[in-house]
């Protein structure tokens, strides 16, 4: 059986890296199920904000720099605009002034 290690849960986002995840089968916050076994060699990542699989062959997506939590990115960049940090981590990103790019 091969399992997989999660920094944030996925179903409920919160952060779960510090617990000992080898043994922790449950997320304690929302009690959804972490330890899956691995039913294809290829796993799927989805986009955190429509969950949507994401083919890098075919949509264009980004990951943050900080929780590497994956995004399509048209949906992230939506996202950005209006609350201007990562849904998963909450790291607030700068968004320069206009004045900078007029000079």
Not at 61 to 81: N, R
Request: net charge positive.
């Amino acid at each position: 059986m091969v399992t997989h290690k999660f920094k944030y849960c996925p179903y409920c986002g919160k952060q779960i890296q510090g617990l000992n995840i080898s043994q922790l089968n449950y997320c304690k916050f929302c009690g959804n199920k972490l330890n899956r076994n691995n039913r294809s060699s290829k796993l799927k990542v989805q986009c955190t904000i429509c969950h949507e699989p994401i083919n890098p062959e075919r949509t264009s997506s980004i990951k943050c720099s900080f929780c590497d939590s994956p995004y399509h990115t048209t949906c992230i960049t939506s996202w950005l605009l209006k609350y201007n940090s990562c849904p998963m981590c909450l790291n607030v990103y700068i968004m320069p002034k206009q004045s900078v790019f007029s000079r």
